[in-house]
């Protein structure tokens, strides 16, 4: 069955090149559990906010927003306080998190507003989808600027090069469990592959798959290696890894589904997307896995229009 990638847009590439604290609002305003329901109205109207997390002595223990403040006036009770009234288990944020698990976590449950807390759990921020827009927003400005200043440098550098075939490989190494520093070898294939003049379009996809195997190398095994081969036409991306391997590969490639423990779902990763996102950009994709020895994932994207048989 043949099959055209689907096209990866510019904000969907920023979604995952972001992280969450390059969007967050730092300066949060916050309220005790002992403000009563009135105050809070109070806070909510001076600030023009409809929300806020809820801070006893600098630790967080929950968060308030308008819609609890509305059921306490229709019930009557602005005397009591807001820690009878607030979520005391709110859905946060980490810090470090891609920008794209803020998205799915605002289009899934449709909260206004999420806290974000550090590694060590302290809060840091809060973010709205509007400090999504806002930060996609300057950052499209500040690309916009990039190009403009490149336009006028060669097209492709592999037009300059005289030879049958011209193979240029680039290797990126992953460590086992650095997921502070996963997204690292994405981000430097992509400036890599812009520097060679490969069109824009052709890189967002590069950048997003090689994105989502670079998480699954650096949370799921025991460290790998990522390698492009950039010809003139087309890029190979070869990523192998020693660990668990994958016992069902058909399963595997299933949206939604995942083996991620507990700890790795707490850290923000582990929703079963990762595979079939690749999927999603590739061209062609070939996964091959043995229990107990590690995985082999090869995928090609051509910088031409193209058609898969899958």
Known sequence: ????????????????????????????????????????????????????????????????????????????????????????????????????????????????????????????????????????????????????????????????????????????????GDVAHAGEAASGLKKSLSRLGVHPRFIRRVAVATYEAEMNVAIFTEGGEITAEVRADRITITVRDTGPGIPDIEQAMQPGFSTAPAWVREMGFGAGMGLPNIRACADEMKLESTVGVGTNLEVVIYFTEHTEGV
């Open 1 to 176: 069955m043949g099959r055209k990638a689907r096209e990866v847009t510019k904000l969907q590439e920023l979604a995952y090149e972001l992280r969450v604290e390059q969007a967050m609002t730092r300066d949060v305003i916050t309220v005790s559990p002992s403000t009563t329901m009135a105050e809070f109205r109070e806070v909510l109207r001076a600030n023009r906010i409809s929300g806020t997390p809820v801070v006893d002595e600098g630790r967080m223990v929950g968060i308030i927003s308008i819609e609890n403040l509305i059921k306490a006036l229709a019930a009557g009770e602005l005397n009591v306080t807001v820690g009878e009234r607030m979520n005391p288990e709110p859905v946060t944020l980490y810090a470090d998190e891609p920008l794209v698990h803020a998205v799915s976590k605002f289009t899934r449950l449709k909260f206004g507003r999420f806290p974000v807390i550090n590694r060590q759990g302290d809060l840091v921020g809060i973010i709205t989808q509007g400090d999504i827009a806002r930060a996609m927003l300057k950052r499209l400005e500040v690309d916009y600027h990039e190009e403009e200043i490149h336009r006028y440098r060669a097209s492709h550098i592999f037009e300059d090069i005289v030879a049958d075939e011209t193979v240029i490989v680039l290797r990126y190494r992953v460590v086992a």
